[in-house]
Each structure stands twice: as C-alpha cells, then as structure tokens.
C-alpha cells in the first residue's frame, strides 16, 4: 500500500518504490555518507529533514556556506515527489497564475513573483550546466491547452497580460492552430511557450551527487520519530540514533506526517496525482496524433492532465489520483486515467500501459508556496508547491537557506516570504471537502 501523510505516522524505509517509468529504467547512483547504524550521537549546524529537490538544494546552498549540514531521509534516495513526478520544467509554482496574483496583491508583487518563478528556472538550467547533470534534458514548446472557448479567451487574455506587462513570450493559438499540429479532441485554443523537461530520478541523484561533493552528509533510510526542543539546540530522535542540531530545515513537503512539527502541521493538503506511461507509440500513432517530437501539455480543466512525449516514444498521462492511498494503485483509477487519455487521442485507445503509479503533491490553503523561518531563525521549511515543483522547489531551497543564514537581498515582502502557511479550518474535513469537488469537477466539466 502507498504510504498515506494523513494515516500513517511516518515514511517507512520498508514502503516499496513506486512501479514508476523512471524507477524501471535508472537507478540512483549516489551513495549515503555513511551505512554505518546504530550511531551514538552525530552533531551539525544544520539539519535538513527530506532528501529531495528542496532539502538537498539547501545542502548545496548551506555547504557553499561553509557549513555543517546533514541531510536525512526516512527512505530512499528519490522515493517521494522528486523521483515520480512528470519532469515538466515551467516558470512558476502553487496554482495563483501572475495575473491572479496581479489582481490580489498588485503589480509590484507580481512582477517580483514572476522574477522568482524565472530564477528558479535559469537556476535549474545553470546548474545542470556547471555540474554537467545528466538529466536527459529536453527543451521543446509547452502547450497550455483550453478545454472550452470560455477557456481559451481566458487562457489568451492571460498570455496578453504577460506578453506586455511581464516581458512573456507566449505565442496565441487558435482551435485551427492546435488542430494543424495535433489530433487532440475537445481543445478550442491554446498557448504555446518554450518549455524543457527532464528525467525527475536522475535530477534528484545528480543533485545528491553535488551536495555530496560540497561536503554534506547525506542520511538515507533514517526517519525522523520526533523533534526534541532544548532551547540551546535540537534534539532528532531517529530510527537510528539522535541527531543534535542548531538548526533544523523542515524540506519534506508532500510527504510530511500529519503530526510532525507545529510549524507546518495541519497547513497544506497532500493530494495525490497519478501518471501512467504507455508502450512506445508506432509511427503511424505518432503522425495520427503529431506526438511525434519533444513536447508537453497541460489543459485548463480544474482537475488538470498533463502530458508529454518521452525520448523513446512513450506518451506520459497524468492527472489527479485517488483521494485516498488505500485506493491508489485501484484497478479503476488506472481505468479512468487511460480514459481520459483515450478520450483526447481516440488512436491510442488500444495502445497498453507499461507504468502506472501515484504520489503526493503539498497543496498549501491560498495556493501559494512557502518558504518561511520561525522562532528566530532556529527552524524552517518550504512546501506547499502545489505539484510545480521542478525547477521551483530547488530554487525555494537554495532560499530556505539563505533566510536561515540571514541573507538581506531577498525580497522578503513578497507572499512566498512574508507570512507562514495558513492553517486549514477544519483539517479533518480535507479528503471530504476534495472528494466533493471531484464529483462537482467530474458533472461540471462534462
């Protein structure tokens, strides 16, 4: 069974890897610091909770530093989010487009969000370049798609809006124009931007492998039972000894327990997205569908798909999952996703499924991301991605660890910054509230 943030206590090293395209075809090649369990006592500056994307840019950013850091991780390396997601890389995280955040918190703050978002990503691209990452990078056009006319004069006036207030380069496409290039039903407009993608397992390895070279420790299969406050420092009690620390980053996202620490517990909704991959597509398939080169695809339905073209062939579908884990890997939510994909590309209504899998995204209560301190800079966290996370929860760690380390030159006004996560009223209600707008999206977009 998945593990559950919102049943079951914590992470086990025991949770099996997700049956994941990714997982079938590469294994991590970075190596923990140390194998060597039960240990006594270890100390460090910083300790960074959660292995992946966030937690181990933090390391790299807290290591260049010049500082102790040690990272844990209750399972393995590219276990959660980092290893399973669709390895889409887009300007932007949460679910508040520019536009939206123009119209709540005004011009100023949308132009510094838009430069956070576009920093995130040339920081990815930079990175991979001055560490020689082997991603499997692919840049291709990334089609924004509208399930209704109503939709796509939204979608074009929102790419107006960027092209001339934010510097964007979104191209508008017509109904006629998506249908020159693809054979995708129920699509009356689109836009497309220049996009990228990568291989999410490999991303999160390499980034282990530079953290690594920076001088941090890396603790895989160590989950952490509890955080002990002594004023002066942080006890960690974990699986396999206590940790003491004098500052901690809370980078576990998604896959937080319920009860964790005060600070983030009963503030974001882990919601579960499910992908599958099918069997290469035939030549005849791909010039069926004009899925016949690097691209990926997201819609405008409130409950969205994604899609993209993998190097060999494949189609990756995803979209929301099951609202509990118990019923993740459920026969009929393969069935509804494979739907929903035939019924978007009719030729591949026959076509198998070699990879289906699920995992959680941390969706925070306004829809926006968070990277905060608290009690004085002793401890911190950043989450809430809301499943844009590539390329933006790397940046939110290298972040995270400016603000522990007191950096001044960041925009602290701006939301991402200024205030913590808000709670949830009623947290218990969540999986109801979520199962109501399922049904209510499913009658509503009929």
């Not at 194998?35 to 100390?43: G, L, N, V």
């Not at 459920?330 to 209504?349: D, G, I, T």
């Not at 002793?378 to 790397?394: D, K, L, N, P």
């Not at 913590?420 to 999986?431: N, V």
């Amino acid at each position: 069974m998945i593990y559950d943030p919102l049943v079951s206590t914590s992470v086990s090293p025991l949770h099996p890897q997700p049956n994941s395209y990714w997982h079938a075809q590469y294994q991590c090649q970075t190596l923990p610091s140390s194998s060597a369990y039960p240990f006594t006592e270890k100390q460090t500056d910083y300790l960074v909770i959660g292995g992946g994307y966030t937690g181990l840019s933090a390391a790299i950013s807290l290591s260049e530093a010049g500082k102790s850091v040690t990272v844990i991780d209750a399972h393995g390396l590219g276990f959660g989010c980092s290893g399973r997601n669709a390895g889409f890389v887009l300007s932007g995280s949460g679910r508040l487009s520019l536009s939206a955040i123009q119209d709540k918190w005004g011009p100023e703050t949308a132009t510094g969000m838009q430069q956070e978002f576009d920093s995130a990503v040339a920081l990815l691209y930079e990175r991979i370049e001055r560490y020689n990452m082997q991603v499997d990078l692919v840049k291709g056009p990334y089609y924004k798609l509208a399930h209704t006319q109503k939709q796509a004069a939204l979608l074009h006036a929102s790419a107006n809006a960027m092209n001339s207030q934010f510097n964007g380069n979104a191209e508008l496409l017509s109904q006629d124009d998506i249908a020159s290039h693809f054979s995708i039903r129920s699509v009356h407009g689109g836009v497309r931007t220049p996009g990228g993608c990568v291989n999410p397992l490999k991303l999160v390895d390499e980034y282990a492998r530079v953290a690594l070279a920076k001088g941090a420790q890396l603790l895989y299969q160590t989950p952490a039972l509890r955080i002990e406050d002594k004023k002066s420092y942080f006890n960690v009690i974990t699986e396999k000894g206590p940790i003491r620390a004098k500052h901690i980053l809370l980078a576990t996202n998604a896959y937080t327990p319920k009860q964790f620490h005060s600070s983030i517990d009963m503030k974001h909704f882990p919601v579960q997205s499910s992908i599958l991959v099918t069997a290469p597509l035939s030549k005849h398939m791909q010039q069926e569908t004009g899925l016949n080169h690097a691209a990926s695809f997201m819609d405008t339905r409130t409950m969205k798909y994604y899609y993209r073209v993998l190097p060999d062939g494949r189609l990756l579908f995803g979209g929301r999952g099951a609202v509990t884990g118990k019923n993740a890997d459920h026969a009929k939510e393969k069935q509804r996703l494979f739907n929903a994909m035939s019924a978007s590309f009719p030729p591949l209504r026959h076509i198998a499924v070699d990879y289906f899998w699920s995992g959680w995204v941390s969706v925070s209560m306004d829809s926006m991301p968070r990277i905060f301190t608290t009690d004085e800079g002793r401890i911190g966290y950043a989450m809430g991605y809301c499943g844009s996370g590539v390329s933006f929860s790397a940046f939110a760690g290298m972040r995270l660890a400016q603000r522990m380390l007191g950096d001044n030159s960041i925009n602290l006004s701006l939301p991402l910054y200024d205030t913590p996560l808000p709670a949830y009223p009623l947290p218990q209600l969540r999986r109801l509230a979520l199962q109501g707008l399922y049904q209510w999206a499913k009658i509503f977009e009929r």
